[in-house]
């Protein structure tokens, strides 16, 4: 069955610090990975998405993520965070081909220390 | 970018009663919505497809008579909770897929039965 695991529940880093969100998937066909962010009062927004391709894939925000098929992650990264980063960050996988059904993780909550 | 909307953005509600919940793409057409349910501290979890002028295709464990979806336009679904209880009580979020495949997420919708 597909799944994805975000290993860490809540996450805290000062401002300025580098950031590294895990993020492993389960599914058996190739993946259509995808990093949202969710803050208080605002939808889910898309960070990044990886289909295919180069497998380094950057988005917005100056996030980028690593897809490793050898290790089924997806692991979401920023070399330098800042306060209004603090916000819940989710891993889904899209399951029967791109946006058809998304999968997510259960999130990982990061804290930014001034 | 794509906006979608949900109204009302919180409902509190007496238990037995039922409430409905508006989901409106505001500036594409949407061929697909789908309804999520959020627990506090937890993951979204899928809960059923709608597309345009179909059936709505329940994920296993959704009590769909419970859960009524109709999806009327290309603009608008709408999620009705009959008979809610307090384990009903949750956050609803919707996203609205367009014609290429990107999905966009509704702010979400606070439910709270008494």
């Known amino acids: 069955a597909q799944s994805v695991t975000q290993p860490d529940i809540h996450i805290t880093v000062s401002e300025g610090a580098s950031l590294e969100l895990r993020c492993n998937y389960s599914y058996g066909a190739t993946p259509y990975l995808f990093w949202y962010v969710q803050s208080p009062g605002q939808g889910l927004q898309l960070l990044l998405k990886?289909?295919?391709?180069?497998?380094l894939v950057q988005g917005i925000k100056g996030f980028e993520a690593e897809f490793k098929r050898s290790q089924s992650s997806f692991n979401l990264r920023k070399p330098s965070v800042h306060w209004s980063d603090a916000a819940e960050y989710f891993c889904?996988?899209?399951?029967?081909?791109?946006?058809?059904?998304?999968?997510f993780g259960a999130g990982t909550r990061l804290a930014v220390h001034p | 970018g794509a906006v979608v909307s949900q109204h009302p953005s919180w409902v509190i509600c007496k238990s037995g009663t039922s409430v409905k919940i508006e989901c409106r793409s505001l500036d594409f057409q949407a061929t697909t919505m789908f309804w999520y349910r959020q627990f506090p501290k937890q993951s979204l979890m899928l809960m059923a497809t709608s597309n345009e002028g179909s059936k709505a295709t329940y994920e296993q464990g959704v009590e769909k008579d419970k859960f009524l979806i109709n999806h009327a336009s290309l603009t608008l679904s709408t999620l009705t909770v009959t008979s809610a209880h307090p384990e009903d009580s949750s956050f609803y979020i919707c996203?609205?897929?367009?014609?290429?495949?990107?999905?966009?997420f509704g702010p979400g919708t606070r439910l709270t039965v008494t």
């Open positions: 990886y289909f295919s391709g180069d497998t």
């Open positions: 996203s609205a897929r367009d014609s290429i495949y990107e999905q966009y």
């Open positions: 889904a996988v899209g399951v029967s081909g791109g946006y058809n059904k998304l999968i």
